[in-house]
């Protein structure tokens, strides 16, 4: 999901449609282009009525160009197909303002542009205020957009939907000058208004309100930052524009035919690791070189603060390297084989064979931690408040420090291979279970209860990452697959890797974004982006 590029593209035209968001109050989804010059540049696009579906071009519409601070800049009115062009000052903080007679004023969030753009944006109907609004607010409420709940309250709400037109838990806040009180999953789930907020659940969607600006700014869970000019009695939306995607897969050049188990990536190196101490590292994710790791063991996993690199594996070894030139073992302090490794946020957490689970704060010295179970564990994600650790015979568990660990239902699969934290939920992959009851991919907000994910391939899944807008979760017979919200999942073409003209079948073990592409890797030394 996403609400719009730089040059607010043709692709975000799509549809804001209610997919919005919403409410009494203000604008949203913001994009940003850098860049000045001094060349008219203009914004252009329709106004479509989304009161009902599907959206209709709205006629006589005055659309207004306002900058950051509610001052005109420009206006024009929609000709009868709805279609509308301002010009626009270059690199300058603006919102569009859409009014008509009869229709509830609607705001765009607020956005930049150092060249030509197009922007579709709405009008409602007092009734489709109000039932959007509803939707949003569990139908509480007024009988009229006139209602002191609506229109005479300094309140909105954001809602947003999946790529598989599946509503996802509304955001609200209601505001007022200098305070606010933001709700979550229908208010059950509340913020603090301190940036960096975090609700009881810890999900950190939301930024700060700003009396003076009148200006509300959050991160959304797609890792856009959003702002929203605040309009009492207003409507504000967020455009929708679901981005499906292709993969076009292309192979790396490993220079080793070690099986390859993990990859991590920090924003300047990526790093993988495999069997007999293998380790390989790329500055491209295309160009790869190997580095002694001074260990023979086969390394299972590897993971960064950003700064400190850490590779796990067998027989408890461990390595770390700051520079991914020299790396230095380490005392782990337990015999058993480590096969996954994260950074939280605070600190490493490693997991591995009959329940183990270590912790360090840099890397260096490693304390064991009472885990509560004798099963394997396969992978461990972290949020800074919640870890998450995973393993075999669909062993989930939770720990807020990483010391005391609890038991979750799972409802997945057999084996439970990796887990991912996307800045919003959690994501398990995994095997389908032996009677084919679980599902191979589950998704928490919390960490604490659990939902089974069906796929589009029912292959178990070894690894999975955040790109920042999507899933990708890789696994047998050389398969991929993407989501942007861990529902709705769209299977990509296997490989082809042949071997002396032979085709053979790659097992892909791990995944990581870098660079703007998935680096998995896998069997026979296998290395793919795409």
Same mark, same amino acid.
């Given at each position: ?43 252009? !696009? ?51 303002? *859409? ?12 956005? *930049? ?159 993988? #690791? ?45 390595? *770390? ?30 997991? +591995?064979?009959? !329940? ?10 490693? *304390? ?136 053979? +079948? ?14 998995? #890797? ?9």
């Amino acid at each position: 999901m996403s609400y719009c590029s730089a040059s607010l593209e043709a692709g975000t035209r799509a549809a804001v449609l209610k997919t919005l968001a919403i409410v009494l109050l203000l604008g949203v989804a913001g994009c940003s282009g850098g860049g000045s010059g001094s060349v008219p540049i203009t914004v252009s !696009g329709r106004v479509f009525d989304v009161s009902g579906a599907p959206p209709v071009g709205v006629a006589g519409a005055t659309v207004t160009l306002r900058d950051s601070s509610g001052a005109s800049l420009s206006s024009a009115v929609s000709a009868s197909d709805g279609s509308y062009s301002l010009p626009v000052p270059p690199s300058t903080r603006t919102y569009i303002a *859409t009014s008509k007679s009869g229709y509830v004023n609607c705001n765009s969030s607020i956005f *930049t542009l150092s060249s030509n753009g197009t922007l579709d944006v709405i009008l409602l109907t007092p009734a489709g205020a109000k039932e959007t609004a509803d939707a949003i607010n569990g139908g509480v409420g007024g009988s009229s957009w006139n209602d002191a709940f609506y229109s005479q309250s300094s309140w909105f709400g954001i809602d947003f939907l999946t790529t598989s037109g599946n509503d996802a838990p509304g955001l609200r806040i209601v505001a007022a000058p200098g305070d606010a009180t933001v709700a979550y999953n229908n208010g059950a789930d509340l913020f603090s208004t301190t940036p960096p907020t975090k609700s009881s659940n810890n999900q950190p969607l939301v930024g700060g309100y700003s009396a003076s600006s009148g200006i509300y700014t959050f991160a959304t869970n797609f890792n856009q930052v959003v702002e929203l000019p605040l309009k009492k009695g207003e409507f504000s939306f967020a455009l929708y524009a679901p981005q499906a995607r292709t993969l076009v897969w292309s192979a790396a050049t490993s220079g080793t035919t070690n099986t390859l188990f993990g990859v991590t990536s920090s924003a300047s190196a990526a790093v993988a #690791v495999g069997s007999l101490g293998t380790i390989l590292t790329s500055s491209d994710g295309i160009s790869w070189m190997s580095t002694p790791s001074g260990v023979n063991a086969h390394l299972n996993g590897v993971a960064t603060s950003g700064t400190q690199f850490v590779a796990v594996g067998d027989s408890g070894t461990i390595v *770390t390297s700051s520079d991914l030139i020299t790396w230095t073992p380490r005392t782990s302090g337990t015999p058993n084989r480590l096969r996954g490794v994260a950074w939280t946020g605070s600190q490493f957490v490693s997991v +591995g064979d009959a !329940g183990t689970i270590l912790t360090s704060a840099d890397g260096a010295s490693w *304390t064991v931690q009472t885990s509560g179970t004798a099963s394997d564990l396969y992978g461990v994600a972290g949020n800074g408040t919640q870890n998450i650790a995973v393993g075999a015979g669909g062993t989930i568990l939770s720990s807020p420090s990483g010391a005391a660990w609890t038991p979750r239902t799972s409802h997945g699969g057999d084996i439970l291979h990796s887990v991912t934290w996307s800045g919003v939920q959690f994501l398990i992959a995994g095997d389908n279970s032996p009677n084919g009851y679980g599902k191979p991919v589950q998704t928490s907000f919390d960490g604490i209860g659990w939902t089974g994910q069906s796929t589009a391939s029912a292959n178990p899944m070894n690894g999975s990452a955040w790109s920042g807008a999507q899933f990708m979760i890789v696994g047998s017979s050389s398969l991929s697959q993407t989501s942007s919200d861990g529902i709705s999942w769209m299977q990509n073409d296997p490989l082809d890797i042949s071997v002396d003209g032979f085709s053979v +079948g790659i097992t892909l073990y791990g995944v990581s974004w870098f660079k703007k592409q998935f680096i998995a #890797v896998g069997t026979l030394g296998a290395i793919v982006a795409f």
